[in-house]
């Protein structure tokens, strides 16, 4: 596994995505409840320690099955690295408490060690918004402050609200899709920010699969191009990712694809994709 090491605190540069863990958006599936939890505890047996959720998913849904599925693997609470997200809205500071209460409760801990804005929202007040994260840091219920979906622009705003420093923006950033990250990448390299890139493989899935350079690069590591498509992300720094799957053996492909050593040459080629 290959880490990242920044302001006090080291992460894994590949954890687990759960935006569907539980059924689709706005559709929990409680009847297939088994089928999730067996695959968070694969996802832990793998080793996993790095889960992103959010209050969104499947309405809250994700983050209970988590939290079930810490309790009855008996998952040490510091042994994992859990994010989640607020929603941001027009009542901003009392929703942002109240919000986080329910993201503590349905994942049953008492902090998460990373809690973002999910989205900038025109008709929520940032500064509220971070009031009410900066009140939670001081109160032990958040470690760390983050966003998603931000510009560079409105990153910037953030760090200027946050008492703490903004650990990540989490963006869509793919091989195939690198149109949010322009600009931004380069900024979160330079100021100490992780890129947490959502997506890694769901964006042109297909192309991914497909493309001659990256099979050809796959063919070479032994490795299967979604493989390289996330070794390709790991290895440019101040970039995670969170890939999501329910199968063990794509959970267990991802979590290696860490340790996949691409060389220069190999880099240059798939930058050049998109
Ligand atoms: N902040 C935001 O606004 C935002 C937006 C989107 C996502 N996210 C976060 O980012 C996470 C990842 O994004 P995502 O879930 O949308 O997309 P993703 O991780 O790129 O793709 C997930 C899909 O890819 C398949 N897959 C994963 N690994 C594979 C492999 N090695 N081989 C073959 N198929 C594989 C999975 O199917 P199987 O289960 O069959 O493996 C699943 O259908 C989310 O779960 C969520 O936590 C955040």
């Known amino acids: 596994m290959k880490y990242e090491t920044l302001h006090g605190l080291t992460l894994p540069k590949i954890g687990f995505g759960t935006a569907q863990l539980g059924g689709l958006p706005n559709f929990p599936k409680r009847a297939k409840s088994d089928f999730y939890l067996a695959a968070l505890r694969s996802a832990f047996e793998i080793g996993y320690t790095h889960f992103d959720t959010a209050e969104r998913y499947v309405r809250g849904f994700a983050e209970e099955l988590i939290g079930r599925s810490i309790r009855e693997n008996n998952i040490p609470r510091e042994k994992l ?125 297909k192309g991914i699969r497909t493309n001659s350079v990256i099979q050809s690069i796959a063919q070479a590591h032994g490795a299967t191009p979604f493989q390289i498509a996330l070794a390709w992300l790991v290895a440019q720094p101040r970039v995670v990712t969170i890939p999501m799957s329910f199968n063990p053996q794509h959970q267990k492909e991802n979590l290696e694809a860490a340790d996949i050593e691409l060389t220069q040459h190999e880099m240059d080629r798939l930058n050049k994709l998109a």
């Open 81 to 205: 690295f859990i994010t989640s997200k607020v929603l941001p809205t027009p009542w901003s500071y009392s929703r942002v408490m109240q919000a986080c209460e329910g993201s503590l409760r349905r994942l049953g801990t008492e902090y998460l060690d990373l809690y973002l804005v999910h989205y900038p929202n025109p008709l929520a007040s940032m500064k509220e918004t971070f009031r009410a994260l900066n009140q939670l840091v001081r109160e032990g219920k958040v470690r760390n402050i983050g966003v998603s979906n931000f510009n560079l622009k409105q990153l910037q705003n953030a760090q200027r609200l946050s008492d703490a420093p903004i650990l990540t923006n989490q963006i869509g950033y793919n091989i195939f899709f690198r149109y949010y990250s322009r600009g931004v990448l380069e900024y979160c390299q330079q100021n100490n920010v992780l890129l947490t890139a959502y997506m890694p493989v769901k964006i042109n899935s």
